[in-house]
T-cell receptor, first 118, second 112 residues
């Protein structure tokens, strides 16, 4: 079984500043993928960034980057040059090949509410 | 390219009734997963379908069921509704799974 923990229920940042959201996970699988999703008030979950566990290089998508520490099972999200539109609930998630059947089950953390101040 | 479409967006049902929610995945996506989101329990996995076969199932009672059609559209059904079933139900689709899932806007179910 997988567990994902986000220890920061809420975070805030000033517009144009940088913020880091924390996530730790636990899985016994050697093959897995990690994701950050954003859920604005419109409630649609939006994929922000994806990391393949077998890749040491940290994923980057424009202003979003991750710090993937495999040994520590840590997967933090850094948002640079924060914008008002970044305000949302952010979820960290882990996807494994559950028992060899499929990559069909995402395990989510509890979420972090990000507030961006103008 | 159309996204994941869930219908209806809102639903109000009475305890004891049953409900069917619909999800149309992105064209070409064969994997469809369902999640229940509540303030107390967060996001919980219900089940996943691929090519009309259920491949994974979460820890939900048998009142929760689903199916997938040959065109990859999926439905989930909840019978004998309870107040605790009030939640946002999210559907997500993917090509192969590990490429990432695209979510719909969800169906907000309220049981009264």
């Amino acid at each position: 079984a997988q567990t994902v923990t986000q220890s920061q229920p809420e975070m805030s940042v000033q517009e144009a500043e940088t913020v880091t959201l924390s996530c730790t996970y636990d899985t016994s699988e050697s093959d897995y993928y990690l994701f950050w999703y954003k859920q604005p008030p419109s409630r649609q979950m939006i994929l922000v960034i994806r990391q393949e566990a077998y890749k040491q290089q940290n994923a980057t998508e424009n202003r979003f980057s991750v710090n993937f520490q495999k040994a520590a099972k840590s997967f933090s999200l850094k948002i640079s040059d924060s914008q008002l539109g970044d305000a949302a609930m952010y979820f960290c998630a882990c996807l494994t090949n559950a028992g060899g059947t499929s990559y069909g089950k995402l395990t989510f953390g509890q979420g972090t509410i990000l507030t961006v101040h103008p | 390219k159309a996204g994941v479409t869930q219908t209806p967006r809102y639903l109000i049902k009475t305890r004891g009734q049953q409900v069917t929610l619909s999800c149309s995945p992105i064209s070409g996506h064969r994997s469809v997963s369902w999640y229940q989101q509540t303030p107390g329990q967060g996001l919980q996995f219900l089940f996943e379908y691929f090519s009309e076969t259920q491949r994974n199932k979460g820890n939900f009672p048998g009142r929760f069921s689903g199916r997938q059609f040959s065109n990859s559209r999926s439905e989930m059904n909840v019978s004998t509704l309870e107040l605790g079933d009030s939640a946002l139900y999210l559907c997500a689709s993917s090509l192969v799974g590990f490429d990432g899932y695209t979510f719909g806007s969800g169906t907000r179910l309220t049981v009264v």
